[in-house]
């Protein structure tokens, strides 16, 4: 069944204490100015209003999500339906100490470490052609960060398709052990970029490896931050 | 003739589906436009080409 985080309240309960937890070493001003000293006043104002979905928390959605609470980027909606697994180790940003945990307890856990006051909304459920419209409504920008293609292929559709004035970043391209320089940012429309090498399949023998996964979600997230840098 | 990714091809009347199929594409992992409106998968055998039109097809592989 698919149930909205929001409506559980152990979440709201579990985030809030997180929250608590870890805004006892730094209050929110000076956090904000440190941030502010680093990219300016301006760009930090657009970090605090910004709001992105991020699709997956997997290689991709996990490190997008991290480069962006460093870069203080306060709102962030975390959708996955998955549990924090060994295979995930090698590329994803989860710690042995969460095994078996939802991966949106867990990386919420790890973004308040990083900022405590991010605003995160999160949904333990699994994207489908039915649910999209109603996940994805209340964010400007849409991070696409699923590992398998058809995922993709049928995220994209739907978010051009339905969310045509959305801003859309997606990445395919990033397995095997070829240079990193392969990966790019490719701006297809002003609404959509198109991250990774485009090419280097997940296959038999071809692994992941976190270091051209983690240049494709760096891909994923400059683009992010170019965006609302544009449109905040 | 009809340009799909910026090269042109002599295909009209024929379906998405079957433009797909003849450049050996996976209609699983494509999100596919025809003069910049996105054609829903659902309707690739439905939606023809005709001579004039521009498609571009974006494919996506699998891993992340």
């Given at each position: 069944?698919?149930?909205?985080d ?10 809030k204490?997180?929250q ?29 209003n ?12 996990s490190n997008?999500?991290?480069?962006l609470?460093r ?30 945990k ?11 470490q ?5 605003e ?13 419209h ?5 964010e400007?920008?849409?991070c ?10 049928m ?49 038999e ?26 449109i905040? | 003739?009809?340009t799909i ?11 998405i589906y ?13 999100v ?8 829903p ?11 004039g039109?521009?498609l571009?097809?974006?494919?996506f592989?699998?891993?992340?």
């Amino acid at each position: 069944m698919d149930l909205r985080d929001e409506l559980n309240p152990a979440n709201v309960l579990l985030s809030k204490r997180k929250q608590g937890e870890f805004n006892s070493f730094i209050s929110r001003e000076e956090l904000d100015e440190a941030l502010a000293e680093r990219h300016g006043k301006d760009l930090q104002k657009k970090f605090q209003n910004a709001k992105v979905a991020i699709c997956g928390l997997g290689g991709l959605g996990s490190n997008v999500a991290v480069a962006l609470a460093r870069a203080g980027v306060r709102h962030l909606h975390l959708i996955d339906f998955d549990q924090v697994d060994v295979s995930n180790f090698n590329r994803q940003q989860y710690f042995v100490s969460q095994l078996g945990k939802n991966k949106t307890e867990s990386l919420s856990d790890t973004l308040l470490q990083i900022y405590p006051y991010l605003e995160i909304k999160t949904d333990t459920v699994k994207i489908t052609r039915e649910n999209i419209h109603d996940l994805l409504k209340d964010e400007l920008i849409i991070c696409e960060a699923f590992d398998k293609a058809e995922q993709k292929a049928m995220l994209v559709e739907e978010v051009l398709r339905q969310f045509p004035d959305k801003y859309l970043v997606s990445a395919s391209g990033m397995a095997g052990k070829k240079s990193v320089n392969e990966i790019k940012t490719r701006k297809i429309t002003n609404h959509f970029y198109l991250c990774g090498d485009g090419v280097s399949d997940l296959a038999e023998g071809d692994g992941l490896f976190a270091p051209r996964v983690m240049a494709a979600a760096s891909h994923e997230a400059m683009a992010i931050i170019s965006i609302i840098d544009e449109i905040y | 003739m009809v340009t799909i990714n910026g090269k042109k091809y002599d295909f009209s009347n024929i379906t998405i589906y079957r433009v797909l199929e003849k450049l050996n594409y996976n209609i699983e992992r494509v999100v596919v436009e025809k003069n910049e409106n996105i054609v829903p998968k659902a309707n690739y055998d439905e939606v023809s080409i005709q001579d004039g039109d521009v498609l571009e097809v974006i494919s996506f592989v699998g891993g992340g």
